[in-house]
């Protein structure tokens, strides 16, 4: 019998979903994606996700404001919906509350929700309270709609890959706040990460062909994996195009941290990694040089079938391992 370490996250989400016999005949896209898809009415397709953030897994009380938790929560949500080109409208939030979380730490946690529902005109519509007996967990469902819908699979060999914003800022973020180092903007791209939204609804509402599209959520090199796997498609990316702030850039080589890792295989960026054909390129430029947002070509897609490789700084190439991103088994 397999355990659930040795088949991992994904594996046991693939074994699980497997056995699920009945799909609704409506839908466009079940379990595999960012959200589930169906039709809503002519032209407009509904979006729906949902994520779970667990103390001492995805947060610790110790090292986060529970305004910025409670940001971060409805964040990570809304980064799914724009991983799919769609816009959110509405969460559901469920808490589990232990005896050591008072009224005011929920009062400051729902401040921090109530600050991106506005931000991001979402409506907080209902949800479920429960105890706990241990650890704090929230729960957000959220529910968008889409008149595009950008998926995984659709990559092609030729495509060029992109991403927008910068990499390995949240990973290193969080490395200083296990050793309770003060860098507020790296620990705050940690804490406090920004979702996609508005980038997605540019390429939403523009004309270019993005072929597949995936947030940064478990690291640059497995999510580009899963964009891989499911388009049956190889990917080689270029060290030295990989973006870095200027803040990520100066405490490396001030502190002699060897960045490659952190920009790979980090994690919890929430920038959207996606790919288009070469003649998309200029009007993708134009769109974001426009709205003042930084979008970097990274590499491009290969036929060497799921697998992604590094061209080094040195000129070697290597095959990256899909693994060394965030698994929680």
């Known amino acids: 019998m397999s355990k659930i370490k040795e088949l991992g996250e994904f594996g046991l989400i693939h074994r699980l979903s497997s056995r699920l016999k009945f799909h609704a005949p409506d839908s466009v896209l079940g379990i595999g994606d960012d959200c589930a898809v169906y039709p809503v009415k002519s032209g407009t397709y509904e979006v729906i996700s949902t994520d779970a953030l667990v103390e001492d897994i995805h947060f610790k009380l110790s090292t986060t404001t529970p305004e910025a938790l409670g940001r971060k929560a409805l964040s990570v949500s809304l980064s799914d919906i724009a991983a799919m080109g769609g816009t959110p409208k509405r969460v559901l939030v469920t808490l589990g509350i232990p005896k ?4 005011s730490f929920l009062d400051k946690l729902y401040s921090g929700f109530n600050e991106i529902c506005n931000r991001y005109k979402v409506e907080l519509a209902g949800g479920d309270t429960v105890f706990s007996p241990k650890c704090f967990f929230i729960n957000v469902s959220v529910i968008g709609e889409a ?11 030729g ?13 290193l973020g969080m490395k200083l706040l296990s050793k309770k180092g003060n860098h507020k903007f790296l620990t705050g791209r940690h804490l406090d990460p920004t979702p996609r939204v508005h ?5 939403a509402r523009s004309r270019i062909n ?12 497995q999510d580009l994996y899963h964009i891989c796997k499911a388009s049956k498609v190889g990917a ?9 702030s ?5 405490f490396c080589n001030g502190n002699a941290i060897a960045p490659l890792p952190h920009l790979l295989n980090g994690g919890e960026d929430y920038e959207l990694l996606f790919t288009l054909p070469a003649d998309g390129v200029k009007n993708l430029n134009r769109q974001f040089l426009k709205a003042k947002v ?13 697998k992604v490789s590094l061209e080094m700084r040195d000129g070697a190439t290597k095959t990256l391992p899909e693994s060394e991103g965030f698994n929680h088994f």
Not at 199 to 203: R, V
Not at 210 to 221: A, F, H, K
Not at 236 to 244: A, F, G, K, S
């Open 294 to 306: 930084l979008v970097t070509q990274i590499g491009e897609i290969t036929l060497r079938s799921k």
């Open 159 to 171: 495509d060029l890959i992109f991403v927008t914003g910068t990499l390995g800022d949240s990973s």
């Open 100 to 103: 050591k979380i008072s009224v």
């Open 199 to 203: 980038e997605a609804g540019i390429l």
């Open 147 to 157: 008149k595009r819908v950008f998926t995984r699979r659709g990559a092609k060999p």
């Open 246 to 250: 200027p803040e990520f850039s100066r």
């Open 236 to 244: 080689r990316i270029y060290e030295d195009w990989l973006p870095q």
């Open 210 to 221: 993005i072929t597949s599209m995936i947030d940064i959520s478990d690291g640059l090199v």
